[in-house]
């Protein structure tokens, strides 16, 4: 029986199987990226019931849009029974695509399942139309038919897996194209399967109701389209629901990281330590054990971060916390406070051996280990440790304590460790104090200036002073320049103090000469945080000008381990100085370790021997002696001036003179004067030297 097609219905169901497989892939995707099983569960359901409709009305408007001379029908029953075939086929479709593993065989055998399905609702909707005699199947065309299913179900389920992830490139397009490419194979299924069926001539159709076949398509394809367009509508919305879920769910992480962890290093931070340290005292008394807390700082660090900048800090602590992790123990707990500040939890020790024992290992390895970071410069800490429960039993407490242990292991020589003790409460409780009293000694006007003289080694005439920082506290009293120097180092306060000694050491001479005195040369010491000042030359010039004071009238003093830390840096420096028509004096020489070559490039007006070579003279009898005389020569090869520090017996300055040592300073020849004490002293020198 001759049969023809309506090619606009042929064009319909093509757009249908089109959109059908669109969404089959958009499904796919939704599903796999499901967490709740129930949720998958649920989607997998209701997509498969879209997914049915859209394949079977795909089949049912081809088969509208075929005809034959006689009015055609179909039976209800086996047009439901086709539909629940699509819906089955769907489900298993979309049950094997979103598993958590597609495998080779599963691939093959849900493709073979589902082209089965498929062919099977084909040919139950081929059965409603009860033709009599009954439709006939071509071999070939059946085969073709089944084999086209099987391939398309097959290359369907692949291509809706390698397309399930949202975040792929240019995923829209490459779906649309496996839709488009889909949307044939299943068109070509069907077509190959109408190819199969053989009319007899004079048969009629059993199913034939009297239905208007155009009313029939166009109420199918419209109903077809409304429900995969509402299916992909809510695919689209549920999916920008899981993304913004999603993004919170990320967001609310890193909002957790960053109040866990230190953002720097990723070490757990303050809170988070605090938290583990209550957990560990709680633990600790159930069990009635012992845990330490080892307070670690970089040593140097400051000078890193100024001179180096931030950058290179920052990559300094995150190597060393690196480092750290290698360095204890897997149970114990290492965590950043901020700036250079780490913190080691160290629980279940047996004794305090066991602290110094991981303390020691630290420093070993921090000290000798080649590390594999690209971080070249070598950090060491100064560790305190306090231990649970002997010193403290509280989270701030065993801080407080493990901090002022650090600070000892500071004062004791740094890279090192020490235990806590009771004493150190005290020292830790001045050091408070001291930072206070140096916060208010400027505005407050408690510092004050005094002045050592220097004298000739020859004439023993008045050759220079000193300028000694001295500080009177309202409550502390009168402090001591090795007490409160160094914690104004460590704060950084000492910059400003440097300053101040300049300028008030300008007025004083600018007293003195209003007072009709002669110039005299007054040295000032400068610290290792002033020199890191990238400013400190232009700054120091600004005030000696301001004050109305020549720039010979100064001598600067770097102590010679300061000058070696960075040798061509300090020349540079003293050449700056020098420029500006400063001097230059390497103070505490012979403590540090000088090298000869730098020494000559160096070019300083004077060398300071430090005070423990002049007590030698005394001390040491002869090899005291050679030392002092093997420096005094050295100076005056290289044309530098020498001045004696510490010359506090007869016998010292007459070694000094035989040695023909250019100054000399000391509690013998002068102890540190007012300014207005160093003015009379000056004024008597001045009144002597004219009445010879």
């Known amino acids: 029986m001759q049969s023809s097609y309506n090619p606009w219905l042929v064009a319909m169901s093509f757009v249908v199987a089109t959109l059908s497989s669109y969404t089959a892939l958009d499904l796919t995707a939704r599903i796999f990226v499901l967490a709740s099983p129930r949720l998958r569960h649920v989607w997998r359901m209701g997509g498969a019931a879209a997914l049915g409709v859209g394949i079977w009305s795909m089949h049912f408007v081809a088969m509208l849009a075929f005809s034959l001379p006689i009015p055609l029908g179909y039976d209800f029953a086996e047009t439901a029974y086709s539909l629940a075939l699509a819906i089955g086929a769907s489900y298993l479709a979309l049950c094997l695509t979103t598993r958590a593993r597609l495998t080779v065989a599963r691939l093959m055998g849900g493709g073979a399942f589902m082209g089965l399905g498929i062919a099977g609702m084909h040919y139950s909707g081929m059965a409603a139309l009860r033709m009599s005699p009954a439709i006939s199947y071509r071999p070939v065309w059946f085969a073709a038919s089944l084999a086209i299913a099987i391939g398309a179900s097959t290359a369907a389920l692949w291509m809706a897996r390698a397309l399930s992830n949202d975040d792929e490139q240019y995923v829209l397009r490459k779906r649309c194209g496996a839709a488009f490419v889909m949307a044939i194979a299943i068109s070509g299924m069907h077509y190959a399967a109408m190819a199969a069926a053989d009319f007899a001539p004079g048969a009629i159709c059993g ?12 109420s199918v394809i419209l109903f077809t389209f409304a429900i995969l367009v509402v299916t992909l509508l809510l695919s689209r919305f549920d999916a920008r629901t899981s993304f913004l879920v999603g993004a919170l769910s990320k967001l609310n992480g890193q909002i957790v990281r960053l109040a866990t962890l230190d953002t720097l290093t990723g070490l757990p931070n ?100 080649t590390w594999t970071d690209s971080q070249p ?25 493990a901090d002022a242990a650090m600070y000892e292991a500071k004062r004791a020589g740094r890279s090192t460790y020490r235990f806590f003790e009771r004493s150190m409460n005290e020292a830790a409780m001045r050091t408070l104090q001291i930072q206070n009293a140096l916060r208010d000694a400027l505005a407050e006007h408690h510092f004050t200036l005094h002045f050592q003289p220097k004298f000739d080694g020859s004439s023993e005439s008045l050759a220079g002073a000193e300028a000694l920082i001295r500080l009177h506290d309202p409550q502390l009293g009168t402090l001591a320049p090795l007490e409160f120097i160094p914690i104004a180092e460590r704060s950084g306060q ?42 400190l030359v232009p700054t120091m010039l600004e005030i000696v000008k301001t004050e109305g004071v020549k720039c010979d009238q100064i001598m600067f003093e770097i102590t010679e381990t300061v ?53 030698g003279l005394d001390a040491h009898g002869p090899e005291g002696s050679a030392i002092v005389s093997a420096i005094i020569a050295l100076a005056h090869s290289l044309e ?40 009379d002293l000056l004024r008597g020198r001045t009144m002597t030297a004219d009445a010879c």
């Open 270 to 369: 303050r809170a988070t330590l605090t938290e583990r340290i209550e957990r560990a005292i709680y633990a600790a008394r159930r069990q009635r054990s012992l845990f330490a807390i080892l307070f670690m700082d970089l040593d140097g660090f400051k000078t890193i971060n100024d001179s180096l900048g931030h950058s290179a800090g920052d990559q300094v602590l995150s190597a060393f916390a690196q480092r750290l992790l290698v360095c204890v123990r897997a149970g114990d707990t290492v965590a950043r406070l901020g700036g250079d500040e780490f913190v080691v939890l160290s629980e279940n020790l047996a004794s305090r051996d066991d602290a110094a024992t991981l303390a020691e290992g630290v420093l070993e390895r921090m000290r000798h280990d």
């Open 563 to 615: 000058a070696m830390q960075d040798a061509p840096r300090t020349i540079d420096m003293l050449r700056e100085f020098q420029a500006s028509g400063f001097e230059i004096a390497i103070d505490d020489f012979g403590t540090g370790y000088s090298s000869l070559a730098y020494l000559q490039r160096f070019r300083v007006k004077q060398l300071k021997i430090d005070r423990f070579f002049t007590n």
């Open 377 to 401: 410069l070598q950090v060491m800490p100064s560790i305190g440790i306090a231990l649970f429960p002997e010193d403290g039993d509280t989270v701030d407490t065993l801080l407080k304590h």
């Open 207 to 218: 199913a034939a109701a009297g239905v208007n076949a155009a009313w029939l398509a166009t």
């Open 494 to 535: 000492i910059v400003q103090i440097g300053y101040w000694v300049l300028r008030e050491a300008c007025r004083q001479i600018r007293r003195w000469i209003a007072q009709g005195l002669p110039p005299i040369k007054v040295a000032i010491n400068l610290s290792p945080r002033q020199l890191l000042q990238a400013d």
């Open 640 to 679: 530098m001036d020498v001045v004696a520090e510490g010359v506090e017996t007869e016998s010292q300055m007459h070694m000094l003179k035989a040695m023909r040592c250019d100054e000399m300073q000391g509690f013998l020849l002068g102890k540190p004067l007012t300014g207005e004490a160093f003015g």
